[in-house]
């Protein structure tokens, strides 16, 4: 559903203003043919089955990195809600979006919640995370499964679904591997929820069902049960296959049952999984997979930049105001850590610089550039503004942590190890010769590799978002000269700035 050859909801994650042109194409694959979120209602003769597709897509929406993150604003909140009532008249339902839980901002307390009475999420955008998490499932807390399906652009992933009885079943499948084979009766233990699904049924069932699908004819399909062969299945209609079972002889624990089928070309495929009868039993999904889907990862890249940022803001005004202790005999490296810190807070040029730079980096623009094709914005660590609109920040404090890791927590550090160089006495050239070489090269190497991952930032800005973003871009380009004017100043500074220190430095060393 989420992986058509032209898959609408992949292509509307770059942005509603990058797909103009390919919304007619992928419209022909859709019940639906229109944008935004909507509620299709399937008719049976046995039921309604309720469809509810989950639009989070960014409007306008930017270029990448900056549309990782879906938003939902009230508005679709409360849209949703309405659809998610009118769909409790259903047997089952379905949500399906482009965007994981996790990677949607919206109102408290969440979409979660107003999906509750889904038996599943269907979802991509994160997919397999570029092959690191082939499976990628896991259950809310209510019991709607959240369910990522691999991209269908490089790796043909698809998915098929079923409703048995009102019992979900799903298999994820490469594009063009025969035979197809999904199970649906009994179903996953794993993917079952008592509180969407009448498992009862399995119990009272009097056959195992299987769809098997393939170009060639069928030939055979083979079921077993905890390694035992219960026996052939035979066709019913369709792909429908159905073996005669007592499901009480395995009502007690766990049981697992494969199916083996092969078609007239020779080829074979193998399903199982584990199911049971009881539902006091517990079965879990994977820990990593479950902390990617249902972390609210955004709140946690909040937190954790506005922590980092005040953290290193709050390091330097109190080294600024905190008196400094004195030397005694020879200083251990943690005094000369804190030591140096003293140094770096109580030099003006300093100071104010790295201060200023780390509340420019919470609160003001990072640059301005074209976001969206035809519309000049200005990204901020807590969002976008572009088009008139404001887009919350998601990815862009993500970006902000990186950017403190990884650049102004090091360049400090850099500082005032150059710094603490100066009250030693030494200058630029005859640091090599007193402080060990190999140290003294590795530093300077750590920054000058992390000075190029900032170049190539601007660069990349650039390509990205143009050139204006690459001139008006405070925390990359002007960073980039900045960093070397403090560099340089470290190295120039008068010594007379340092006098005291250096004296300090020099009475400590001679005792």
């Known amino acids: 559903m ?38 299709y209602i399937h008719t049976t003769s046995f039921g309604n089955y309720s469809f509810i597709c989950m639009d989070a897509t960014l409007s306008p929406g930017p270029k990448r990195p900056y ?20 769909s409790l008249h ?43 998490m082939p ?66 049924k399995i119990l009272y069932s009097t056959h195992i069902r299987i769809l098997a699908f393939s170009p060639s004819v069928i030939t055979s399909v083979e ?4 390694r035992a062969h219960l026996g052939s299945a035979h066709q019913v209609s369709g792909p429908l296959y159905v073996l005669k079972w007592s499901p009480r002889n395995y009502s007690e624990g766990f049981h697992h049952i494969d199916v083996t089928v092969q078609d007239a070309s020779g080829r074979t495929s193998t399903r199982g999984h ?17 902390v990617i889907l249902l972390a609210d990862h955004y709140v946690l890249a909040r937190v954790l930049f506005g922590l980092m940022v005040l953290s290193q803001i709050a390091l330097l005004v109190i080294f600024r105001y905190l008196q400094k202790p004195a030397l005694k005999e020879k200083p251990g490296l943690l005094t000369l850590t804190v030591y140096s810190l003293h140094v770096f807070s109580k030099t003006n040029a300093f100071y104010y610089s790295v201060l200023v730079l780390n509340l420019y980096t ?20 807590f969002g976008v503004f572009v088009g008139g609109s404001f887009l919350q920040g998601g990815l862009t404090f993500v970006v902000g942590i990186l950017q403190m890791l990884f650049f102004n927590l090091p360049l400090t550090a850099y500082l005032c190890w150059c710094l603490l160089l100066r009250c030693q006495g030494h200058g630029f050239r005859s640091h090599f010769q007193r402080v060990p070489r190999l140290v003294a090269l590795l530093v300077h190497l750590a920054m000058a590799l992390l000075l190029a991952w900032q170049v190539y930032s601007c660069y990349f800005l650039q390509r990205t978002y143009g050139t204006l973003a690459f001139v008006l871009s405070p925390m990359r380009t002007w960073l980039v000269v900045l960093t070397l004017a403090l560099i340089y100043k470290t190295w120039t500074l008068k010594s007379s700035v340092l006098r005291t220190y250096i004296l300090e430095m020099k009475n400590c060393q001679s005792s």
Request: hydrophobic share 40%; charged share 20%; aromatic share 12%.
């Open 2 to 39: 989420a992986n058509l050859p032209v898959n609408p909801e992949e292509i509307k994650s770059h942005g509603k203003n990058q797909v103009d042109r390919h919304q007619r194409e992928s419209w022909k694959y859709s019940a639906w043919r229109k944008d935004g979120s909507f509620h």
């Open 67 to 86: 549309n990782f993150f879906g938003i939902l604003n009230t508005n679709q909140v409360e849209e949703l809600s309405l659809m998610a009532t009118k």
């Open 90 to 132: 259903s047997n089952q339902t379905i949500w399906f979006g482009h965007f994981p839980t996790s990677t949607i901002i919206s109102p408290a307390p969440g979409i979660r919640p107003l999906m509750s009475s889904a038996t599943a999420y269907l979802c991509g955008h994160l997919h397999t995370l570029g092959g690191l």
């Open 135 to 200: 499976v990628l499932h896991s259950q809310h807390r209510g019991g709607t499964l959240e369910l990522e399906l691999g991209d269908w652009k490089d790796n043909r992933k698809y998915r098929i679904l079923a409703f048995d009885h009102d019992l979900f079943s799903f298999a994820d499948l490469n594009f063009e591997e025969w035979p197809v084979v999904l199970i649906t009766n009994p179903k996953s233990f794993l993917y079952s929820s008592s509180a969407h699904e009448p498992l009862v």
């Open 223 to 226: 079921v077993y049960i905890d």
């Open 274 to 290: 584990i199911f049971a009868m009881e539902e006091n039993l517990s079965l879990r999904f994977s820990f990593w997979p479950s």
């Open 362 to 381: 919470i609160l003001g623009p990072w640059f301005v550039g074209h976001l969206v094709d035809g519309h000049v914005g200005a990204c901020f660590s």
